[in-house]
């Protein structure tokens, strides 16, 4: 495998300057280690996109990206994906909102970037497709003669097999996720969730090493936890740059603690009950009020879906309640800030702030817990607070792990973090740093490269299963 191609629904800004972290940061990353192409939408809708993409140059790597049309945009990414699939991998049944048109316009889309792409492979590229908002695009290769080896890591949770059942089109989907030589997940329960699908909905067979059969074709099935950039976010978080963003955010702060929590606009993410949580902090000890603030973060998402607008009016009134009913001349107890921060000003804050509060109702992994981490003053480091229900959970161990919707619990975490001593606060950022130092984004591009080239090696049918 020569270059590395990676597939994702968007190729967004790739300077650290202008991206708040997540996907993005994690695949520039592993592409300018490895050289390569990166394809995807453009992020502009257009009334007539053309078929070929445009070619650009990204230091190491080259950029291929294609227009979608308004009636594309609509129907594969505003209805399908984020209406329906994301609905149901994060186990929201109530929101599933299915619709026919959607999905053909969904299958249509990975058609159309199937044929864009295929003239841009070469021999020797391994493919890699990011995410939901494509699933069916590795199908669409192998109907079009393209043999090189291809895998598909899933970065949202892949829900218990009757929730994914819900979906009128999930035994057509999971033939197209068994149409990958690897498919990836980031917990083992996920991976065990997608098996148990699977087996029941297509009636493969489970293999000893835990790839699932189907005549002479098998998928494999493997567990790899997306990292940072661990090495990178550490020394910028150290620079002189930082250090100046932190002396300007201390002096704001009146020698007093602050809280940060950091995320995109969405009902996943736990962000009404985690300010709930924090009220209840205040209004059960109240020596604490006027002393710590939340500063949250929620970076506008999907502003054109109607959940996502529900969401944002729901958080502006919970946090305007509790900053008039609690709040001084001189103190708000939430800092609510609705836009997107770029990682030099998100490392500035995670350095300042006593706690990282990182509760989502349902993740995938989730980054920003484990940024946090690796920006920390290593001599007073702050504490992580983590949701159970995130994949980064499975890692990072030593990080208080709370039930978000158990609201006692997150404020008793909140108080239990902010009198917590400093050798335990050291000792419990040390371990977690150690496992973040070796499980890093180069580390899992590399197992999930290396676990993709020796599958593709093995003798396999070219053909996926049918759905039943």
Not at 140 to 155: Q, T, V
Not at 172 to 193: H, I, K, M, P, R
Request: a neutral charge; aromatic letters at 10%.
């Amino acid at each position: 495998m020569e270059r590395l191609v990676i597939v994702s629904n968007r190729v967004p800004s790739l300077s650290l300057e202008t991206s708040a972290g997540g996907l993005a940061v994690a695949l520039k990353a592993s592409l300018e280690e490895s050289g390569g192409l990166w394809f995807g939408w453009s992020g502009t809708i257009t009334e007539r996109p053309g078929p070929q993409p445009r070619l650009d140059q990204c230091g190491a790597f080259s950029l291929a990206t294609l227009d979608l049309s308004d009636e594309e945009f609509h129907g594969y990414y505003e209805e399908f994906s984020n209406r329906t699939l994301w609905p149901v991998f994060h186990g929201r049944l109530d929101l599933l909102r299915p619709d026919r048109k959607a999905y053909q316009i969904y299958r249509k889309v990975s058609f159309r970037f199937a044929h864009a792409l295929s003239s841009l492979l070469q021999t020797g590229d391994a493919i890699w497709i990011q995410d939901y908002h494509l699933v069916p695009l590795g199908k669409e290769l192998r109907s079009l003669g393209k043999m090189a080896p291809l895998g598909f890591f899933l970065h949202v949770p892949f829900p218990q097999a009757e929730t994914f059942a819900a979906l009128p089109y999930h035994r057509e989907l999971l033939s197209d996720f068994c149409a990958y030589d690897l498919v990836g997940f980031q917990t083992s329960a996920c991976a065990e969730n997608f098996r148990e699908a699977a087996l029941r909905y297509l009636g493969g067979s489970l293999r000893n090493d835990g790839d699932i059969a189907f005549g002479t074709h098998s998928v494999r099935v493997g567990v790899f936890p997306v990292g940072i950039d661990t090495k990178a976010f550490r020394e910028m978080a150290g620079s002189s740059d930082v250090q100046r963003r932190t002396q300007r955010l201390r002096a704001c702060m009146h020698e007093r603690d602050w809280i940060c929590g950091v995320d995109r606009l969405d009902y996943t993410k736990g962000l009404a009950e985690r300010f709930r949580a924090f009220e209840m902090v205040l209004d059960e000890t109240p020596a604490l009020q006027e002393n710590i603030s939340l500063i949250q973060i929620a970076a506008p998402s999907r502003e054109s879906v109607l959940e996502y607008r529900d969401m944002r009016s729901q958080l502006e009134s919970l946090s305007g309640r509790i900053n008039g009913r609690l709040g001084t001349f001189d103190w708000a107890p939430i800092r609510y800030l609705n836009k997107a921060f770029n990682q030099a000003q998100l490392a500035a804050l995670y350095r300042v702030s006593r706690i990282g509060l990182v509760t989502p109702l349902r993740d995938g992994m989730n980054l920003v817990a484990k940024e946090y981490v690796a920006a920390q003053d290593p001599e007073d480091p702050g504490v992580l607070i983590l949701s159970r229900f995130a994949g980064a959970a499975q890692e990072l161990t030593n990080a208080l792990l709370v039930n978000p919707f158990d609201t006692s619990a997150v404020a008793a975490a909140i108080r239990e973090a902010l009198r917590m001593p400093l050798m335990d606060r050291q000792m419990r950022w040390r371990q977690m740093m150690n496992h973040l130092e070796t499980n890093d984004v180069h580390a899992w591009r590399r197992e999930f490269l290396k676990a993709l080239k020796a599958t593709s090696n093995r003798a396999r049918d070219d053909s996926s299963p049918r759905a039943a």
